[in-house]
């Protein structure tokens, strides 16, 4: 089945610093591809998607693009900021035989940033 | 805010008990989805209803049902719990086939 593969975490970056999440999927089919975040007790918001090869999905300074070829959709920000300390999920819209989508998610990357 | 509203917030619950969680979705979405976020499994997709039907099922225990009333609320219940049941349960709603889903905050069970 469908699958997503994200880098462990924890991240741990200073204030400013560039921040790079790897994400790579199996698919079969084109799925859309999705980062949400999950900020401490709280609940999973979707962040930034992208539907088709080569989008860019950006959000709050956030990027990520949609590469069939490397089968990748890595989030990147230029300078992060303590506020972006949290669970980054990577996920893909899986086609159900129903005709709905179900998400399949990454396993998760924690961000700490330190000031 | 993503109007999706999940009750209870925590639940503390013995092993072989049964409890409900319940979930309201957005106004004007007629799906509502139920994932567990574990330690150890993840984020998984149990169940899917549309409109009051079930639609799809994934790693969903036959101890764990569903349903969605006419109001499209829906309700999680799990039975004779195990330790291993403690997790985050989220649900979401969306509409149509859309990809597009907006998560609640959660119902973290701990069964002790």
């Known amino acids: 089945g469908d699958s997503v593969t994200q880098m462990e975490g924890p991240v741990t970056l200073s204030e400013e610093a560039f921040l790079t999440i790897n994400c790579t999927y199996t698919a079969t089919g084109y799925p859309s591809l999705f980062w949400y975040v999950q900020y401490p007790g709280e609940g999973l918001q979707l962040l930034l998607k992208a539907t088709k090869a080569d989008d860019k999905g950006s959000n709050k300074g956030f990027e990520a693009t949609y590469r069939k070829e490397t089968t990748s959709f890595h989030l990147e920000k230029g300078s992060v900021q303590v506020s972006d300390s949290a669970v980054y999920f990577c996920?893909?819209?899986?086609?159900?035989?129903?005709?709905?989508?179900?998400?399949?998610f990454g396993t998760g990357t924690r961000l700490l940033v330190s000031p | 805010d993503s109007g999706v509203t999940q009750t209870p917030k925590h639940l503390i619950t013995a092993t072989g008990q049964r409890v409900t969680l319940r979930c309201s979705p957005r106004s004007g979405d007629l799906s509502v989805y139920w994932y567990q976020q574990s330690l150890d499994q993840g984020l998984q997709f149990l169940i899917q209803y549309y409109n009051g039907e079930e639609r799809a099922k994934g790693n969903i225990l036959e101890r764990f049902s569903a349903q969605q009333f006419p109001d499209l609320h829906s309700e999680l219940n799990l039975s004779s719990l195990e330790l291993g049941d403690s997790a985050l349960y989220f649900c979401?709603?969306?509409?149509?086939?859309?990809?597009?889903?907006?998560f609640g905050p959660g119902t973290r069970l701990t069964v002790t």
């Open positions: 979401s709603s969306g509409s149509g086939s859309s990809y597009e889903q907006y």
């Open positions: 996920a893909l819209s899986d086609r159900m035989n129903t005709g709905f989508q179900k998400l399949v």
